[in-house]
């Protein structure tokens, strides 16, 4: 799986207070700290030597010091405070006290740490002061997912079968029996990783897409191959290979949805590799991102998302003759 933005991000502000505290670091030492290559140390620090506050002239960006850095030694001269604790202010707080909002609905069945949740609060509570009270008034929807998140956590804790309506990407509807084994969440979606029944194979489901779930009386039997845990969304390896050469705009596929390999091609760009149990949903993805696909493989499915799109533009032209 390509490195998400979110991923880099964490670990370049952590570097900056790491480096803060190991003036004079073996570029080696800071590769080993953070379970990357040297080249990946290299490139971080290229980045945030980039990097500053407004007006971007030179005592404005975080800097090194060259002469250390030439000899692979890292020594950070100016933080620009990136060093310090951040300190929120009044809407700063507001905002992110009106996104915990969400949490408190989930908390209960999403797995969801409550005192970690009622201390965050109560922190940004004090730092918002009186506007606090604003985010009370805020109307937060909070995901269809959480409907199906009881049941499944019941059905796994008690070692039952759990009965899904369940719609896919394609919009058909079906019935499934499925053995619940471990619910994920991918940073963006809950998916219900489980044995299906209708399919004898394993399968994620996107909470947000089950219709109804109920808890059976049937106690759900794991078989060997479904007994390994997963972090994230996989496919069956009879589903189709596709690849796809992306424009550098378009990197963020590769953070959205999990990919069997990708390359970093010399502009910027990068070719991913996926597997799809749907091919309709990726021709919806490839039209979607427009001229940002450069490339689909295998040929059958660059003449699907071919088909598809001259079928889009003919029913445009129609629409225009029509009126």
């Avoid at 003036?23 to 080993?32: K, L, N, S, T």
């Avoid at 379970?35 to 500053?52: H, K």
């Avoid at 990407?169 to 940073?187: I, K, N």
């Avoid at 705009?249 to 390999?261: I, N, S, T, Y």
Wanted: aromatic content about 4%; glycine content about 6%; hydrophobic content about 45%.
């Amino acid at each position: 799986m390509a490195e998400t933005t979110g991923e880099r991000l964490t670990r370049l502000l952590a570097l900056i207070a790491y480096l803060g505290d190991h003036p004079g670091v073996p570029v080696a030492d800071v590769a080993a700290h953070f379970a990357v290559s040297p080249e990946q140390v290299i490139a971080d620090v290229n980045l945030l030597w980039v990097t500053g506050t407004p007006g971007y002239l030179p005592d404005d960006l975080i800097d090194f010091a060259a002469d250390e850095y030439d000899r692979q030694v890292l020594t950070l001269t100016n933080p620009r405070g990136m060093d310090r604790p951040l300190r929120l202010g009044v809407h700063e707080a507001l905002a992110l006290l009106v996104a915990l909002r969400p949490l408190e609905s989930l908390s209960a069945d999403g797995g969801i740490d409550d005192d970690v949740l009622r201390s965050a609060t109560a922190k940004l509570t004090a730092a918002a002061g009186e506007a606090a009270r604003a985010a009370e008034a805020v109307d937060v929807h909070v995901s269809d997912a959480s409907a199906a998140l009881a049941p499944a956590r019941q059905a796994m804790a008690e070692g039952r079968q759990l009965h899904l309506r369940y719609v896919s990407a394609a919009d058909v509807v079906t019935e499934r029996d499925v053995d619940p084994l471990e619910l994920v969440w991918d940073g963006s979606a809950w998916y219900l990783r489980a044995w299906c029944h209708r399919v004898d194979g394993l399968r994620h489901f996107r909470l947000d897409r089950v219709l109804a779930a109920a808890v059976l009386g049937t106690p759900a039997v794991h078989p060997p191959e479904a007994t390994g845990r997963t972090t994230e969304p996989e496919l069956a390896e009879d589903d189709l290979l596709a690849e796809l050469e992306l424009a550098p705009r378009a990197r963020w596929l590769a953070e959205r949805v999990p990919v069997v390999g990708h390359e970093d091609l010399p502009d910027g760009g990068m070719r991913v590799r996926l597997r799809v149990a749907d091919p309709a949903w990726l021709t919806n993805v490839v039209l979607g991102l427009g001229p940002d696909v450069r490339a689909v493989a295998p040929p059958e499915l660059a003449a699907a998302v071919a088909t598809r799109a001259a079928d889009a533009l003919a029913a445009y032209e129609d629409l225009s003759s029509g009126s």
